[in-house]
């Protein structure tokens, strides 16, 4: 009874981790998020240019490697100029408005910076389990990758 019981579970998880699996990699388009910017206006995905490329990054304003990943990918400036860089985070506005302050982000005219508030919308579209969660679009805004976690922020700029 107990070893049919046993074969059932198993059955279950393993089925339920492809299922997580396969959703995560059927995503091919940016996430539908809506955001508040530090200036206080709306921005929304269906305003990114068409025929750029974007880089997204899901961030914490109080994460440390959050911020070391800010500044290597701002050291890459001029490589990453002609792609939209759409930093976005859950935390409260005035959070994420000193993160801005700090490394001046809304000085760059092709990085947004704002919140989803506690939508979590982009949070769940990828299901983001660490930060910062960084994933690039191409032209035609198909998902080109999802940069791999990694403790050297250097090493995740330079995959952008």
Do not use: W
Not at 2 to 10: E, N, P, Q, V
Not at 48 to 61: C, D, E, G
């Amino acid at each position: 009874m107990y070893k049919y019981l046993l074969s059932a579970l198993f059955c279950v998880v393993l089925c339920s981790m492809a299922f997580a699996q396969q959703t995560k990699t059927t995503k091919t388009t940016i996430a539908p998020f809506k955001i508040r910017l530090v200036n206080g206006e709306g921005f929304t995905y269906s305003q990114l240019a068409k025929n750029k490329p974007t880089i997204l990054v899901y961030f914490s304003p109080t994460c440390d490697h959050c911020k070391k990943f800010t500044e290597a990918m701002l050291k890459r400036k001029k490589e990453l100029a002609d792609r939209q860089i759409i930093m976005i985070s859950y935390l409260p506005l005035n959070e994420v408005k000193q993160f801005d302050d700090e490394f001046h982000l809304s000085s760059y005219p092709n990085i947004k910076v704002g919140s989803e508030g506690y939508t979590f919308i982009v949070q769940k579209y990828y299901n983001i389990q660490q930060f910062p969660f960084v994933a690039t679009y191409d032209k035609q805004g198909k998902l080109s990758k999802i940069v791999p976690y990694n403790k050297e922020s250097a090493q995740m700029a330079a995959q952008l």
